[in-house]
Every structure is written in structure tokens, then in C-alpha cells.
């Protein structure tokens, strides 16, 4: 690891007059979470690679409110939005990317009726881009022939129809990609939605993302791809539950492309 990441503030590019091309947005998770902030690691050393000239708010940005609204608490949600809402129209946003499902769809879909209209990307997405664009190359090297499934995020792909950037990628990298039982507009969800990430789930036969690894294990996969930090925790919770850990990697699109490249 010689290159530092480079990861500049909004503040300190708005004090140089500077207005970058995008905000990334990095989300609880991926600012807190030890699993997680790999995937924010390598999706700024892509950005680096690419020379996107990007920013984040750092410690100015606050929880989109996606879990208060799930959980029912409207006006948590509204304080937390309206917040952060303030801060990025003081800053002149006007397009983010973010990593994690449901902050994307937070600030796509709930915003704009408090007062935020952004152009809202997932990183996924903003990858793709990148790599039609001629930004960033993809050698398979690493990949090639590797059996990969994708888990749909529910807040990507049935919310918000986003389910062919993530498969373009794993297409780009050479390797098989494999489906599950339940996928794209009939996927499964990994058992953290609606703030159950924080939450024990209630009593029943068996838990989701219990049933949701077992359709990844049906295709016999040696990584699972994932493109949320929640859904991470659940399919990498299941592969353990199943003890495969040592078999079967549970990675995240921008993992497998800043590995591809070798960042």
C-alpha cells in the first residue's frame, strides 16, 4: 500500500472555491462498521485510480434516516433528512454516490419531498460508467472462471430497478456468473431490511438470511457478490452458520474490482 487514499472533504474543496464532480456519500455503515469500511476503502481507491474528483461531508453527514422511517419514526427521519438536506444545498450537491442501497434510495426517493433533489447513483452504477467511459480498465485476471453469484439488495434491484450494472461488472471480470433460485425482479431478501439489522428477528422456523444462503450454496459459488453492506453482513453471517467461511467469500462489487486491479 504505497498511495495514500486521498479523500477530500466538501468543506475544505468549498473553501478553496473547488465544487467536485460528485459527492459520495458513505453512510453509517460504511463510515462505522469495521466489515463495511473495506468496501469504502476500495471503492475510494477506484475513484482515486479514475481521478474522480470527489468529496465527502465526513463529519457533517448524519444517518440519511432510512432506519427511523422503516422502524415507523417518521419525524426522526424528517429531523434527520431535513438536516443533512440543509448541509448539501449550503454545499450546492447536486449529484451523490453511495455504496449502501438504502441510503441511495433514501436520497433518491424521499428527498425530494423535503426539499433535496440530487442525482442519485449507486456505486455499482457509477462504476459501470466509469468503465464505459474508458476511466477505469478491467483485467479478469484474478477472476476469470470463478464462479460468482449476485444477491439482489432489495433497495437496488426490486425498489429501484437497478439489476444489470452489478452483473456487467462481475461480467467484466471474466468470470461465471451464476444465479440463484430468486433473483432480479423476484430476489430474496438477505433478512435485514426495514431495520431489522438491528434487531433480533422474532420467532419463526428459520431465519432469512439462512434461507437466502442456502439458494447462494445451491449454485456452488467460490464468492458471493454482494452490493450492500447489510446484505454483506447477513450472507457472510449464513456462509458461517453453514461453516463455508473457509470455502466461499462474501465480497462486494467494488472489493472485487479494486482486487481485480490489484489497488
Not at 482515486?48 to 422502524?71: H, I, M, Q, W
Not at 461488472?169 to 431490511?193: F, H, P, Q
Request: aromatic share 8%; with cysteine; proline share 4%.
Amino acid at each position: 500500500m504505497g498511495s495514500e487514499l486521498k479523500v477530500p472533504t466538501m468543506a475544505a474543496l468549498f473553501a478553496a472555491g473547488k465544487q467536485p464532480e460528485v459527492l459520495f456519500w458513505v453512510g453509517c455503515a460504511g463510515s462505522f462498521d469495521d466489515r463495511a469500511k473495506k468496501i469504502t476503502k476500495a471503492f475510494v481507491k477506484i475513484l482515486n485510480k479514475a481521478n474522480v474528483s470527489f468529496a465527502v461531508l465526513g463529519t457533517e453527514e448524519s444517518c440519511t434516516g432510512d432506519p427511523a422511517k422503516r422502524a415507523g419514526n417518521e419525524f426522526l427521519f424528517q429531523m434527520q433528512a431535513v438536516t443533512n438536506i440543509e448541509v448539501m444545498n449550503a454545499y450546492g450537491i447536486t449529484k451523490v454516490v453511495t455504496a449502501c442501497p438504502h441510503c441511495f434510495n433514501t436520497l433518491k426517493n424521499e428527498y425530494p419531498g423535503l426539499g433535496g433533489n440530487y442525482e442519485v447513483v449507486h456505486h455499482t452504477e457509477f462504476l459501470k460508467k466509469l468503465l464505459d467511459d474508458g476511466r477505469i480498465t478491467l483485467e479478469g485476471g484474478t477472476f476469470k472462471g470463478k464462479r460468482i453469484t449476485f444477491h439482489d439488495p432489495c433497495y437496488l434491484g426490486r425498489a429501484n430497478g437497478v439489476y444489470e450494472a452489478p452483473r456487467d461488472l462481475i461480467k467484466k471480470l471474466d468470470a461465471e456468473l451464476v444465479e440463484m433460485k430468486n433473483c432480479k425482479s423476484r430476489g430474496l431478501c438477505c433478512g435485514a431490511g426495514g431495520a431489522q439489522m438491528f434487531k433480533e428477528p422474532e420467532k419463526g422456523d428459520k431465519d432469512i438470511n439462512i434461507e437466502r444462503t442456502e439458494q447462494a450454496l445451491d449454485t456452488q459459488p467460490e464468492i458471493i457478490a454482494a452490493a450492500c453492506p447489510f446484505c454483506n453482513t447477513m450472507m457472510t453471517d449464513g456462509v458461517k452458520n453453514k461453516e463455508k467461511e473457509n470455502d466461499i467469500k462474501v465480497m462486494d462489487i467494488a472489493e472485487l474490482i479494486a482486487t481485480a486491479e490489484d489497488l
